[in-house]
């Protein structure tokens, strides 16, 4: 069973008389430990395809299982834990709390899952270890690199022990080394623990350090390119 499953998912706004599909017809399959890119030109869905994913947005067409979960059967309370259950998600802006240090964070995610506060700071060093920040774990987001402030965002991500990661341009604010840092975790998160990645880039560069690119094009699949064959054993 793949982790994420669309069939012909279709995303449409509507603003007064105008109507806006944002995605078409979208049928893709995800496999658990698959690391994808999805690109294309602004405008064309690639934020809104994420949205779906992550159940931060709904299909208006077709059907999206998570998890095999069918995500239009489940109320909005199921839907949230569905999502804290299974998504991370890391933004181009990162996102962080400027008055909380990288360790309380990292840790934020666990406080609303109601874990107490030895547990949560062990997990949350563990994640900052992940992404190479232990000695960075005192320091506020002022405090931190951009490249650096994105990989607390990582591990604030990771901590909650998602099946996927989810990124929208995570590199975008970033100068190409950082961003060539944050991709060496990306990579190395999927290949020891098949963590599912999903990330939206611009950069071709970045793009091609998955295993297959997804190119959309006015809210659909335009064409997709295999990179690199996955891993056995990873799936
Ligand atoms: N909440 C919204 N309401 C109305 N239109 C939207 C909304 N979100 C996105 N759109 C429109 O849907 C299209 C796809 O947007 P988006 O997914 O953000 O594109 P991308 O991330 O590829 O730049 C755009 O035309 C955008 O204007
Ligand atoms: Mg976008």
Redesign the pocket.
Known sequence: MPLLELREVG?Q???GQIR????KDISLDVEQGEFVSIM????????????VIGCL?LPTAGSYRLAGQDVSELTDNRLSELRNQFVGFIFQSFHLLSHLDALANVELPLVYRGLEGVERRRRAAAALEAVRLSDRRHHYPAQLSGGEQQRVAIARALVGEPAVILA?EPTGALDSRSGQAVLDIFQELNRERALTIVQ?SHDENIARRAHRIIR?LD?EVERQEVLQVQEAGQA
Request: with cysteine.
């Open positions: 995303r706004y509507r603003i806006i599909d944002a995605l294309g030109p602004s405008g064309c869905g690639k934020s809104t395809l994420l949205n947005d929208d939206v959309l809210g």
